[in-house]
DNA sequence: GCGCTAGCTGCTCATATGAGCAGCCTTGAT
DNA sequence: ATCAAGGCTGCTCATATGAGCAGCTAGCGC
């Protein structure tokens, strides 16, 4: 024949040959003597209904989570987890119960008892806290000082204690804001004797959780809580994005800040040193930041929703 | 881990490999090395993907055709050919239009120059052949004497000329009703030198296409054109499909009728002895009669429409 | 008719794959 | 603490599979 276009019967036998391999997993040779035809010429079948696009193969949702999504973004940007949320963006407060929710199930998934979790304070390592299952006694360890939020519930330090506790591990845990007035004061801090233990322990952390922040007003609790001097400055120096107080610029680098003198918590070659460090990051305007959170290779793992995953898929 | 559910990183796990070794085609060695899992792990990865129904395999419809459930049909019923059009049941000329330019098609792309091919009467018959290309040269048989339709037109005889015609083959026909008033005349006829030429043929056709008609008012051209005795005497005898004159019962067992001996027209045996029978069936209400017509083990194609073919391969 | 090209077919051989099996670890009960 | 059960893991070996190749056939221009 003419042997460009496919004809009706061609189609139907591929279809009928497709069918029975891939939905009744018959091996080819096997078709091959049911047909009367070669093996390889049932395989050159096969392949062809699969390139013409006669059989479609589709990863399928999963529930609540968009495996497929999540696989993608996974692949792309080299991620050891991703779970992408198939949930519309509505208010931040139920993202991040949603968020927090998958973030639980993930960390109770992979977290064994060998692991040491690092705990950085975001709402959504909140959220997360609160739908977490106890671990395996996995000793937790606190990541950054106490941030004053307006409720002033769920401090990190709460936070580190409610998972340690339920989880009969020990908590590596200290009492300190997040941020103080000048560097002397944070290096004073730095060397009391439960702070210095807690930061001893984080060479030793292998899996942490974090949120990420856009250094926008309200798009991140360190912005909001900065003096708009810092706000400035950091915006001037070009930051783009924090990750529990790592600066990073749009392209994910670090950027060294004056700011970061004066905070008590991770920095960003303790936070590189981490295997994985789970983000949760939500709304789109967080875009870049997530972007440049990514792309610096600090993080391992990303809980987010649909919207976010396919703004940063489209992208590049 | 407990084991029976699957967590997101699983999920998603599974999802990122299914999705490279489905969509991408790579190897689950690859895979596993990528990966740094065993290939067994993967392998079992895959396997729990699909059982999972996480990754779901269709066959997706082609143009007006829907291979899918012409697959279905001719796996279920053993046939060499099995054309399902995806049209609406509108009135009987349009959908007889639709199968016809399918027929077409199939015939276009299944025959060759050695094929002989034998065209029995009938109006998606007719149909077809307005939609044919040339054929390469093949001979073309007459199935069945002429039926007097009210129109008048493509009369069995013209039929076979335009086919052979355009094709530049044989054609081996002849002038004679398709039914007479008695044996006898029958008998003459079949004597005649062109019906007898003809008639010579038959054991060489290789395929030949046929309509199929229901015994009742209105579904079968051959029961319309019949006396009132006929049509009550063949109902008596169980008669429910007609194949271009060829009774059947409604398990496709040949009935014996003597009206077959006044008509001039191939035979139970004779039909038996070509390979392959295209029939065009339309219409649900016929349902009854193909299902007669694919039992009896006459047919070796169908080309019909979706209603009809989930009719079909619903019952049972 | 003669050669030419192009597409189709089925072969070989290295590689991938699946079924079944035995060891090991986890888990839970006594 | 000890033991049993179950599940998970990775091995072996027979079989299935894919890439590339050479022969065959059909169609085509001269």
Redesign the interface.
């Given at each position: 024949?003419t042997g460009g276009l496919i004809?009706?019967?061609?189609?139907?036998l591929?279809?009928?040959i497709?069918?029975?391999h891939?939905?009744h997993g018959r091996s080819k040779v096997e078709l091959a003597r049911e047909f009367g035809l070669s093996r390889f010429k049932v395989a050159r079948l096969i392949d062809e209904a699969r390139d013409?696009?006669?059989?479609?193969?589709?990863?399928?949702h999963?529930g609540e989570?968009d495996?497929?999504l999540?696989?993608?973004l996974?692949?792309r940007f080299q991620l050891v987890?991703?779970?992408v949320v198939d949930t519309p963006e509505d208010d931040a407060a139920s993202l991040r119960d949603h968020l927090g929710r998958?973030a639980a199930?993930?960390l109770?998934?992979?977290i064994t008892s060998k692991d040491v979790l690092g705990l950085a304070w975001a709402r959504a390592v909140s959220a997360m806290v609160r739908a977490l299952r106890p671990l395996p006694g996995t000793p937790v360890v606190q990541l950054t000082g106490a941030l004053a939020l307006p409720d002033g519930r769920d401090t990190s330090v709460d936070v580190v204690r409610n998972v340690a506790g339920a989880s009969g591990g020990a908590a590596h845990l200290f009492y300190a804001p997040f941020t103080v007035p000048d560097a002397a004061t944070a290096r004073a801090l730095r060397q009391q004797p439960e702070v210095a233990r807690a930061f001893d322990q984080l060479p030793s952390v292998t899996r942490a959780v974090a949120g990420i922040g856009l250094w926008e007003p309200g798009q991140s609790t360190l912005y909001d809580a900065s003096s708009e001097f810092d706000r400035q400055e950091l915006r001037r120096l070009g930051v783009c994005a924090d990750i529990s107080g790592v600066f990073l610029d749009a392209d994910g680098k670090p950027v060294r800040t004056e700011l970061a003198e004066r905070t008590i918590g991770i920095n960003h070659e303790q936070m590189q040193a981490i295997p994985e460090v789970i983000a949760i990051p939500y709304g789109v305007a967080r875009a870049p930041a997530v972007r440049a959170a990514v792309r610096s290779g600090l993080i391992g793992g990303l809980v987010t929703h649909t919207a976010l995953a396919e703004l940063l898929l489209d992208d590049e």
């Open positions: 024949m004809g009706p019967a061609q189609a139907v591929m279809a009928s497709a069918r029975r891939y939905l013409s696009g006669l059989v479609r193969i589709e990863i399928s999963h989570i495996v497929d999540s696989a993608r996974a692949e987890h991703a779970i998958a199930q993930l109770g998934e992979v």
